[in-house]
């Protein structure tokens, strides 16, 4: 896609999409919603895919949660604050937003750990089907830490991991892939892969399918139960706004629970935790995706903040996020001079995430001068500017202004 | 060890031991700490050695955290804020208090997930050394999850795991021997194992010895560099108070960080984790320990707590902490009935550590009258009650009155 000139010296375009904005936001049915942020009116915060902003509900009750449960009950919040069942009860209200029925997600550890038990997991399930398969096929341009994580996976595990575009998965699948691990938008690009049509590939070849959700869980609809997918791992504290490093998530699909077998089977994923045997039984259902002592001010702190999801439908937020940006991407093309940036973004909304991803090639500089202006998104190296649009916060009228100071910046770098 | 009969009817044995305590409490050079902690008149927590006492600098910081450097900083405050080195940097704070000079230690993850990694690491430089050794010896009687981690460890490097009692330990070492994974301190009895003395016979026959700290950091000294300890990991919400599911610490001795291994190789233990580099290379130093992001409202309410230690001996601690157990015994044995209740506790200092165990059959519904006291304490399966003392917040007025309402608790049970 390309930008036709216009460049900064054209107030009468502003003003038209300024207008447009204004317009859009009265429309907009999740509106509301932003009263339920912490938000400055200086600044456009577009980075909420990296840390999603304040919810106003968060302060007051990891307040509580410190003076209270931890300073005056101290011990007895374990079970009398309901601090041990955290974790499955934070996954039950993360479960909806990716479209799993109740005994599927856990909320412990971070991505990273939970990618580890996710691949060594559906490596043992797709060996115990079949030992021939010793091949993980890895997301060529994942987010690295999937990618290390795998490989670690299947040196511990005797397999062998190649690096697929997810376009060319289905080609690259074969009776010795064990388990294919993937995300469902590109970090660095914000495309959106096919979730549904992958997996029914990877199920086709007989292996198991492992998704990242990270940019994707409480972005738009994942549908992990409808589309069958058999273990997914996602982030907190980008589009769920949990807080910095709140502890991610692990999906289990029902019908491999039985033979999920952690590579960490801590102590809180053990049938009876303080049965204290020494061997290792595991919980049923979700639960056996536990592993040490849950980080109860992270994990508190995130349900808390999931209580913005109140009354929001998935459908509504997805329909808002490609509004954003798609009148994002018509700012960008009416404000910028052409040639100045490459959106990298797919322009077709179904491989579109709630990102656009800008490429130029003084980038880094760029974002460091757009900050000082307000607008936050961020550098990915080495030429990516990444906006995230978080349609819980974000109004039509952000956009435009985010892509008014975007352009005034490019025209002065 | 036998308690002598005097029970509850002795009002001038409890005048001779409160006045007793009177006099401890005035001599005691630690007793101004107290009053950095969140406690009440009413009780006496004597479960420190599950959950520490909130430290009072910590709701002020974390405040201070989620408001304005989450709320109105956001992104900003991975670096403006400090965030993204709180590890390495909590880590340093609590190096001086397990004997570690800089660079060894981080903090991140669970107990149960550094056990992992410690393991994995342990066993991996053996062999790195010596291809034949497969065996993995732990404590026979560790807390659980160390055993569970450690069968995971053996079963994805291809050894077996022998469980074995600590004293046992020099007799069971051989060429095969890789790594020797211990506890410091036994949960269950409160027994202190040799940590000088293991280490050096570990070390005698070529293997690596891996201690688990949980129940001796911030109890008593623990010489980790002068012992010549290969790995540790340990808990931070039990004697370091910092709070409930704090994350843990990872010691890596400087000797072996070249060689250690991680099988957790997340983008936050990469050299360059923003150069978004598709293979792996570990970070210098402890930072290779490190995994994914780190969670940062359980990170810094553990650095605000680790504030208490500011001008403290870990002698002192050491001193207090056996004058505390001394008392508790004497009390005990004064108060409670003989054949009551059985010492599970060693009587020498040198086998024990910051706590007293006592057994009797009806344990758990002693506890649970115990605690309807005012005094905490816990419950350990099938029939331990188990006394945490934790030096910089207990008297030993709160011992005396722990010991007689004891004593009045199993005369009515």
Request: charged fraction near 20%; charge should be negative; include cysteine.
């Amino acid at each position: 896609m390309s930008v036709t000139e216009t460049g900064s010296a054209h107030p009468e375009a502003y003003a038209h999409l300024a207008a447009e904005a204004a317009k859009l936001d009265a429309q907009d049915v999740l509106r509301d919603k932003r009263a339920e942020f912490v938000l400055d009116e200086d600044s456009v915060y577009l980075d909420g895919n990296s840390l999603g902003a304040l919810p106003k509900a968060v302060p007051g009750r990891i307040a509580d949660v410190i003076g209270r449960e931890w300073g005056e009950l101290r011990i007895r919040s374990w079970t009398e604050s309901g601090w041990w069942t955290a974790p499955e009860r934070i996954g039950e209200r993360i479960a909806p937003l990716v479209g799993a029925a109740p005994g599927q997600v856990v909320v412990a550890d971070s991505t990273s750990v939970n990618v580890f038990k996710a691949v060594v997991g559906a490596v043992r399930i797709a060996r115990g089907r079949d030992e021939a398969r010793d091949e993980i096929l890895v997301d060529a341009a994942t987010f690295p830490t999937d990618g290390y994580i795998a490989e670690s996976a299947a040196r511990l595990t005797g397999c062998t991991v190649r690096p697929v575009q997810p376009g060319e998965v289905p080609a690259a699948l074969g009776p010795r892939t064990a388990a294919v691990l993937l995300n469902h938008v590109d970090y660095r690009t914000g495309r959106l892969h096919d979730l549904p049509g992958l997996t029914a590939a990877v199920h086709e070849a007989g292996a198991l399918a492992v998704w990242d959700l990270c940019h994707s869980a409480g972005a738009l609809p994942v549908g992990l139960d409808a589309h069958g997918v058999d273990l997914a791992v996602g982030c907190t504290y980008k589009f769920l706004n949990g807080g910095p490093g709140a502890p991610a998530f692990l999906y289990v699909r029902a019908e491999h629970q039985g033979a999920f077998d952690s590579p960490l089977p801590g102590w809180n994923g053990h049938v009876e935790p303080f049965g204290m045997e020494p061997g290792f039984r595991p919980a049923d259902g979700s639960l056996r995706g536990r592993v040490g002592t849950p980080d109860i001010l992270s994990l508190l702190a995130l349900e808390a903040a999931l209580g913005v999801w109140d009354g929001v439908e998935l459908d509504a937020v997805r329909a808002k996020s490609l509004a954003l940006t798609d009148f994002f991407l018509r700012c960008v093309e009416a404000y910028v001079p052409e040639g100045r940036v490459e959106v990298v973004t797919p322009a077709g909304h179904a491989e579109r995430g709630s990102q656009v991803a800008l490429r130029c090639a003084d980038a880094a500089a760029v974002m460091e001068r757009l900050i000082a202006t307000g607008v936050v998104g961020d550098f990915r190296s080495p030429d990516i500017l990444r906006f995230g649009f978080t349609p819980l916060y974000l109004g039509f009228a952000d956009v435009e202004r985010a892509a008014r100071l975007l352009a005034e910046t490019l025209d002065t770098v």
